[in-house]
Structures are given as structure tokens and as C-alpha cells.
């Protein structure tokens, strides 16, 4: 992206119940990229469910990440991600080819308006062929009526949303099988985007679908980034939220989820933020306050010994809520609300 190069991606599983099992398998193969001077040493995925066929996964621990649970379904993934220089959604869709397109478009639609005016990275395996998306004749002709209806559907939404197209001539092919590339799969951006470059990483992924990356510069990655316990794969408990309830593992600091408090979803890692500490600083309500709540205001009774600090900026709330206690959502109320 310009000015800036995001260090996030997006895979396709094809069912992400077996993502880690998958990953694990292919580490002696899979050589999965990042930028060395970061050595960072974890890949972070999240996912919707243990059945959704969308993750997006996160490179880089200098890259905050916010889940947002009213836009994502088992085909679609969405959040808001956020560097010191750039704050965009990334959205991964998954249209299956025995499903009617209509629903995933009407899904997308959704996660637009949500989005309105905001910038928007959207890339989806439609498993079509577009002519604007660059590709070849025989890859979008004498396809069928089923193929022409996807191919109206998706040239509609495109149109509808102002969208642009980034797969052109000199960028690679994003699915790749036997038969041949194609850009069946497609990578879309609001017009408050500009890409000026992407690759992606060969053999990432079990299936056909490549895993588009957004970083141009890029080194070997050693396979221990994907070195894991046995265990995961006996008890089919994969992804972030599954090894945090299952091994009582600390979650990563720079992934969230965007939490509803007071009747009110946040839709960016800001709001996400402000939720968190909602639920745990108390309110003039007594009645429910619970062990939390009673100790902050015993603590606030005491008298300071000095004159009061100033208010702290939004960079210091975060940095309270990434020390925050994490480890296992059976600890209490106020850790599971923050995972």
C-alpha cells in the first residue's frame, strides 16, 4: 500500500478446522515470508469459527488487529487493522461454488454500508472469471447461465460500491491448479486505496488458492514459526480462541475482539479499546458492581499526595489494556470480555 507496507495476509483453508493441522504438515514444504528485521516468531490467525472457511492472518505483532464479530460469518471475515501510519478494514470472503452468490453479496453489501466512507481492502476466492479482472477469454466464456449469473452479481456489487479491481496485467494470478493461473479469486479496495504492489506466497496454502501478501520486500521464514504440540491436532481445537481456552495460553496482545457495551458494537481498534476498560472501571450504578468494580472505588477514596496527573492519551489506554491479564477464559467475567 502506499506509503506504507502491510505486513497481513489472507489464506484459504478450505475449512479452517484443520487449519493448524495443516499448516504444521506442510511446514517442511511451506516457507511462509516476513520482513527480517522484525524476527518476529508467531503467525497469528483468526477465525470465526472451528467451520469457517475465511482467516486472516496476522505477520506481524506491530500490527494491532480488532475482530468484528457483527460483520463475519463462516465466509467472511472482517477487521480493522492498524499500523502507526495506516488504519484499514481487511475483509477475507469465500464465496463456495455450490452456494447461490446472491447471499455472499448481499453479506458483502452489509459489511459496505457498515464500512461507508472507510478504507476498505476486500479480497474474495469468487471462484469466477471477470474481464476486468484480467483475465483470460476462455476463463469467463461458455461458462453457462450459472457462471453468467455469478459474473452479473459480481460485476453489479463492484459497480454499486465503486470498487476497484486490482488484479491487472503484472500482478500475479492468485489461484493456481493444474490446469493453469487464473484470478478466479479477486482483490478489491475502496477508491481511498492505492496498491502499489503485492505477491503472493507459493505453496502457503493446501489448496488452490494462493495467500495473497501485501509486503514486497521479503525473506525466508524459518519453520519454527510453525512448530506446535500434538495435542492440537488430536483434540481438533485450533486457532487463537480454541489454544486459549484448551493450553491457558496468553493471547496475543495486538489482536482483539470488538465487544458490545451498552448496547453499543465497536467497529475499530479505538471503540474496541474504550469497551474494554468500560467493563472494568465501575459506574454510579452500585447495585451491579461486582469485586472489580468495588476495589476501584476503594482504591479512588484514597486521597492523593500529589497534584493529579494528566488525562492519559489514547496510546496509554492501550498500553493498560495490553497489560491487562489474559491467559484463559474461565479465569473470570472481566478476562473473557476482554478476549
Given amino acids: 500500500m502506499a506509503g506504507h507496507r502491510l505486513r497481513i495476509g489472507q489464506i484459504n483453508l478450505q475449512g479452517v478446522r484443520l487449519a493448524s493441522i495443516k499448516l504444521q504438515k506442510n511446514r517442511t514444504q511451506t516457507k511462509i515470508r516476513h520482513d527480517s528485521r522484525t524476527g518476529t516468531e508467531i503467525v497469528r490467525y483468526m477465525q470465526h469459527s472451528s467451520t469457517a472457511e475465511t482467516v486472516v492472518v496476522n ?29 484499514v478494514y481487511l475483509v477475507s470472503a469465500c ?3 455450490i452456494h447461490s452468490i446472491v447471499l455472499h453479496v448481499l453479506h458483502l453489501e452489509k459489511v459496505m454500508n457498515k464500512l461507508k466512507e472507510k478504507k476498505v481492502d476486500n479480497r474474495c476466492p469468487h471462484n469466477c472469471s471477470l474481464p476486468p479482472w484480467h ?8 461458462r453457462g447461465s450459472e457462471a453468467e449469473e455469478k459474473r452479473a452479481q459480481q460485476e453489479g456489487f463492484i459497480a454499486l460500491d465503486d470498487l476497484q479491481e486490482q488484479n491487472v496485467e503484472g500482478q500475479p494470478c492468485i489461484f493456481s491448479n493444474l490446469n493453469g493461473m487464473s484470478n478466479i479469486d479477486v482483490m478489491l479496495t475502496t477508491r481511498s486505496i492505492r496498491v502499489v504492489s503485492w505477491e503472493i506466497v507459493e505453496n502457503a496454502s493446501s489448496s488452490y488458492h ?17 512448530s506446535g504440540n500434538g495435542r492440537i491436532e488430536q483434540t481438533g481445537l485450533v486457532g487463537l480462541a480454541y489454544r486459549t481456552v484448551v493450553d491457558k495460553i496468553r493471547a496475543p496482545s495486538n489482536i482483539i475482539n470488538c465487544i458490545t457495551f451498552r448496547g453499543v458494537l465497536s467497529h475499530n481498534i479505538n471503540e474496541a479499546v474504550k469497551s474494554m476498560l468500560g467493563t472494568l472501571l465501575p459506574d454510579n450504578d452500585v447495585d451491579k458492581d461486582e469485586v472489580h468494580n468495588r476495589q476501584i472505588k476503594l482504591a479512588a477514596l484514597i486521597p492523593p499526595n500529589d497534584t493529579p496527573t494528566a488525562p492519559l492519551n489514547t496510546g496509554q489506554w492501550w498500553k493498560t489494556v495490553r497489560s491487562l491479564p489474559n491467559t484463559s ?4 467475567r472481566v478476562t473473557a470480555r476482554i478476549i
Fill in 329 to 332: 477464559l474461565r479465569i473470570d
Fill in 210 to 226: 494462493q495467500l495473497i501478501y501485501d509486503l514486497k520486500s521479503m525473506v525466508a521464514r524459518s519453520r519454527k514459526a510453525f
Fill in 135 to 142: 483475465s483470460d477469454v476462455r476463463h469467463y466464456t461458455n
Fill in 95 to 97: 464465496f463456495k461454488y
Fill in 59 to 87: 505477520f506481524d505483532s506491530n500490527v494491532t488487529c480488532a475482530f468484528i464479530p457483527e460483520l463475519i460469518n463462516d465466509y467472511c471475515t472482517c477487521v480493522h487493522v492498524r499500523t502507526a501510519r495506516v488504519s
